[in-house]
């Protein structure tokens, strides 16, 4: 139940744990205090001895160690609670920061859902473990030995009893945590499942709508709900038969404390206010194991959490490279050699690919769909570490070079690109921080965007979440913008004119065609015709060049270029024809 690992990573959760163990002890001290002044009290008023003073005096102690009491109480709450939101911010930091380390890869080995559930409501539930059972783990230790020290000189055989009968709770603990272990995991993957279905039916709903697919989808989200709903009542089940039986050795411990007390009482071992003393600190020997008891389902809650976070922690990641690349606009050029590359254990998506990038001007990657073009845009954005062979930029190893590097001098430019809600100031200034209205507007008229938002509230337009309110177009155009505005050195466009209107198309060309006469600009596109004007064009095929050369000197070779080529022309007359 103890994780020295987790602890590790708590930073400075432990001193508030520690500082909470200590209140709670005080508290338990002070509770001490006014048991024995208010069976002293009793035993004057029944024994019809009535000292004024010492009464007087006795209320007056009771008192203020019920003050102190109150007093570490609040201070425990605090120090609680301290300890609990140090570690969420710890935990959420390290897997953020894990997760910006792996960078687009994670998703190989992570759903979104996942990651999601484990960095809140996971967690959460270790939240409620630092606040409640580690500090109650100690606690509960701590008070059973303090009491044995109290009540001893009083009755050594009733606090050794007590003493023997305490470990009882813990040992049942130790029993059902190695029961429950593997219920709760069960549980907590059902959960992560569930939210796994749940979000994708969510992003998905449109699309479930158009095709009335919905109520298939409804109905398996359904079973694995059940699924999950089973395994939850499964753990509740294990959970209140624990507490019932922990309750039965709780009371029936301090039951047998006031009849031991009781007992001694009629011998003459012990006073009247003794065993009163005896009857009320007996249940003080079990309240802090039962406590812990109760807080047992959190703690094994957060330990299946905790393992998944290990889990992700624990992901590999490449080794950030120590160089930086040169800041010569237009002078910057790839060269892949013998590049390979699979994800995991599937086929191999690139089988020793060379090609050559010259600094400045426009090359463009071209090929049927799975030819390999995304994941050389990947290596050398610096998004794939994992390659075999030799990739370079600026003639340095693209393993060497520093992430900080890689991001200042790369911008690479997807088909789906994110827009967030905010406005169009606020989503452009993600690229450039300190950019001027004036820069921000430059950047929207190079992609033909600027005139219409002049007529929509300009800069501070609001946009939706993952920019609903803007066309396919207008989203791309924004991306493009912000692109743009990052003023990198080597640009990658990946399909960024794909599933967009002509006119969309036709600006985000102009503007690619502009950046490609101040610097390196690779174009990766499905359409040919974007491609006429590069000054290099490879044709991929099965992971390997196929073709290369300029548009005219492809055509010539009258290869799978000329006939892709040939085919997008045909079509595009016919589909001419047709609206005409």
């Given at each position: 139940m103890i994780n020295k690992r987790l602890i590790a990573l708590s930073g400075n959760a432990k001193f508030y744990v520690f500082q909470t163990v200590l209140l709670q002890w005080a508290g338990l001290l002070a509770s001490a205090v006014i048991v024995f002044q208010v069976a002293g009290v009793i035993d004057s008023a029944l024994s019809g001895v009535l000292d004024a003073p010492k009464?007087?005096?006795?209320?007056?102690?009771?008192?203020?160690?019920?003050?102190?009491?109150?007093?570490?109480?609040?201070?425990?709450?605090?120090?609680?609670?301290?300890?609990?939101?140090?570690?969420?911010?710890?935990?959420?930091?390290?897997?953020?920061?894990?997760?910006?380390?792996?960078?687009?890869?994670?998703?190989?080995?992570?759903?979104?859902a996942e990651t999601l559930q484990t960095a809140t409501e996971g967690v959460d539930q270790l939240e409620a473990y630092f606040s409640r059972f580690f500090p109650q783990f100690f606690y509960s230790l701590l008070a059973p030995i303090t009491l044995f020290a109290i009540i001893a000189p009083i009755s050594l055989s009733v606090s050794l009893v007590l003493l023997a009968c305490a470990p009882l709770i813990p040992a049942l603990i130790f029993m059902i945590m190695k029961m429950a272990k593997?219920?709760?995991?069960?549980?907590?993957?059902?959960?992560?499942?569930?939210?796994?279905?749940?979000?994708?039916?969510?992003?998905?709903?449109?699309?479930?709508?158009?095709?009335?697919?919905?109520?298939?989808?409804?109905?398996?989200?359904?079973?694995?709900?059940?699924?999950?709903?089973?395994?939850?009542?499964?753990?509740?089940?294990?959970?209140?038969?624990?507490?019932?039986?922990?309750?039965?050795?709780?009371?029936?411990?301090?039951?047998?404390?006031?009849?031991?007390?009781?007992?001694?009482?009629?011998?003459?071992?012990?006073?009247?206010?003794?065993?009163?003393?005896?009857?009320?600190?007996?249940?003080?020997?079990?309240?802090?194991?039962?406590?812990?008891?109760?807080?047992?389902?959190?703690?094994?809650?957060?330990?299946a959490a905790s393992e998944r976070m290990f889990q992700m922690l624990d992901m590999p990641e490449h080794p950030d490279g120590m160089k930086t690349l040169s800041s010569n606009a237009g002078e910057l050029g790839a060269k892949l050699e013998e590049v390979s590359f699979s994800y995991g254990q599937g086929p191999g998506v690139l089988k020793n690919l060379s090609l050559t990038l010259a600094p400045g001007g426009l090359t463009s990657l071209v090929g049927e769909s799975g030819s390999g073009k995304s994941t050389i845009a990947a290596i050398l954005a610096g998004r794939r570490a994992g390659y075999g062979g030799s990739a370079t930029l600026g003639g340095i190893e693209l393993r060497d070079v520093s992430r900080e590097s890689l991001r200042k001098h790369i911008a690479l430019l997807t088909h789906d690109g994110y827009v967030f809600a905010g406005t169009v100031a606020e989503n452009l200034k993600y690229a450039k921080p300190s950019a001027s209205d004036s820069e921000l507007k430059n950047a929207l008229d190079q992609v033909g965007l600027l005139a219409f938002l002049e007529t929509s509230g300009g800069l501070n337009f609001k946009i939706s979440e993952r920019g609903a309110n803007l066309s396919g177009g207008q989203r791309q155009r924004l991306c493009a913008a912000r692109a743009l505005l990052r003023d990198c050195d080597f640009y990658i466009f990946d399909e960024a004119t794909s599933n967009i209107d002509a006119e969309s198309e036709e600006a985000i060309m102009d503007a690619i065609h502009d950046l490609a006469s101040k610097k390196t600009v690779l174009l990766i596109t499905h359409r040919l015709a974007n491609a006429v004007n590069s000054k290099r064009i490879y044709l991929l095929k099965n992971g390997l060049i196929q073709e290369e050369g300029t548009h005219t000197e492809l055509l010539d070779l009258n290869g799978d270029y000329a006939r892709l080529f040939n085919e997008q022309s045909e079509l595009e007359r016919y589909g001419t024809a047709v609206l005409a």
């Amino acid at each position: 139940m103890i994780n020295k690992r987790l602890i590790a990573l708590s930073g400075n959760a432990k001193f508030y744990v520690f500082q909470t163990v200590l209140l709670q002890w005080a508290g338990l001290l002070a509770s001490a205090v006014i048991v024995f002044q208010v069976a002293g009290v009793i035993d004057s008023a029944l024994s019809g001895v009535l000292d004024a003073p010492k009464i007087i005096s006795s209320i007056v102690a009771a008192a203020l160690a019920a003050a102190v009491r109150g007093f570490c109480s609040f201070l425990s709450a605090k120090s609680s609670f301290k300890a609990s939101t140090g570690v969420k911010a710890v935990l959420r930091e390290k897997l953020f920061a894990k997760l910006a380390a792996i960078g687009g890869e994670y998703t190989e080995s992570l759903s979104t859902a996942e990651t999601l559930q484990t960095a809140t409501e996971g967690v959460d539930q270790l939240e409620a473990y630092f606040s409640r059972f580690f500090p109650q783990f100690f606690y509960s230790l701590l008070a059973p030995i303090t009491l044995f020290a109290i009540i001893a000189p009083i009755s050594l055989s009733v606090s050794l009893v007590l003493l023997a009968c305490a470990p009882l709770i813990p040992a049942l603990i130790f029993m059902i945590m190695k029961m429950a272990k593997r219920m709760l995991k069960r549980q907590w993957k059902s959960y992560v499942t569930l939210g796994d279905v749940f979000l994708e039916n969510i992003q998905g709903m449109t699309t479930l709508k158009v095709f009335s697919a919905d109520t298939a989808r409804q109905e398996a989200m359904d079973a694995e709900a059940e699924r999950f709903r089973k395994s939850t009542m499964r753990v509740l089940k294990m959970q209140l038969n624990s507490i019932l039986v922990m309750d039965v050795i709780a009371y029936g411990g301090a039951a047998l404390g006031v009849i031991l007390a009781a007992r001694n009482f009629a011998s003459g071992s012990v006073t009247f206010a003794e065993a009163i003393a005896i009857s009320l600190l007996s249940a003080e020997f079990f309240i802090p194991l039962r406590q812990l008891g109760s807080f047992f389902h959190v703690a094994m809650t957060g330990m299946a959490a905790s393992e998944r976070m290990f889990q992700m922690l624990d992901m590999p990641e490449h080794p950030d490279g120590m160089k930086t690349l040169s800041s010569n606009a237009g002078e910057l050029g790839a060269k892949l050699e013998e590049v390979s590359f699979s994800y995991g254990q599937g086929p191999g998506v690139l089988k020793n690919l060379s090609l050559t990038l010259a600094p400045g001007g426009l090359t463009s990657l071209v090929g049927e769909s799975g030819s390999g073009k995304s994941t050389i845009a990947a290596i050398l954005a610096g998004r794939r570490a994992g390659y075999g062979g030799s990739a370079t930029l600026g003639g340095i190893e693209l393993r060497d070079v520093s992430r900080e590097s890689l991001r200042k001098h790369i911008a690479l430019l997807t088909h789906d690109g994110y827009v967030f809600a905010g406005t169009v100031a606020e989503n452009l200034k993600y690229a450039k921080p300190s950019a001027s209205d004036s820069e921000l507007k430059n950047a929207l008229d190079q992609v033909g965007l600027l005139a219409f938002l002049e007529t929509s509230g300009g800069l501070n337009f609001k946009i939706s979440e993952r920019g609903a309110n803007l066309s396919g177009g207008q989203r791309q155009r924004l991306c493009a913008a912000r692109a743009l505005l990052r003023d990198c050195d080597f640009y990658i466009f990946d399909e960024a004119t794909s599933n967009i209107d002509a006119e969309s198309e036709e600006a985000i060309m102009d503007a690619i065609h502009d950046l490609a006469s101040k610097k390196t600009v690779l174009l990766i596109t499905h359409r040919l015709a974007n491609a006429v004007n590069s000054k290099r064009i490879y044709l991929l095929k099965n992971g390997l060049i196929q073709e290369e050369g300029t548009h005219t000197e492809l055509l010539d070779l009258n290869g799978d270029y000329a006939r892709l080529f040939n085919e997008q022309s045909e079509l595009e007359r016919y589909g001419t024809a047709v609206l005409a």
